[in-house]
C-alpha cells in the first residue's frame, strides 16, 4: 500500500504505549493494531483528529506516501 503509518515511531517518541493510546483516544485495541500494521483500508477524520490531539503531531507525521511495487500490480 502506498500510504505507511508510521504510528510505531510516534509511540516510540512520545514513550507511549499502544494500551496507552488506546485508552486516550477511546478506540478499541484491535482496531489501533489494523492501523498501526497498515492493514487499515480508510480512517475517520475523528480517529485520526484524536490520534493527532493525544500524540501531539500532525498527520504527515502519522502518515506517509511511498510509491511500491504494490501499485505497479493494479495496473495490470
Known sequence: ??????LDRMLLD???S??????RVGITMANLSILK???AKA???STLEALC???DCQP?????F????EDEADDD
Open 1 to 6: 500500500m502506498p500510504i505507511r503509518v508510521t
Open 14 to 16: 512520545r514513550r507511549m
Open 18 to 23: 499502544l494500551t496507552e493510546l488506546c485508552d
Open 37 to 39: 500494521t497498515g492493514k
Open 43 to 45: 480512517v475517520r477524520f
Open 53 to 55: 490531539r493525544e500524540l
Open 60 to 64: 504527515a507525521d502519522l502518515l506517509v
Open 66 to 69: 511511498e510509491e511500491g511495487d
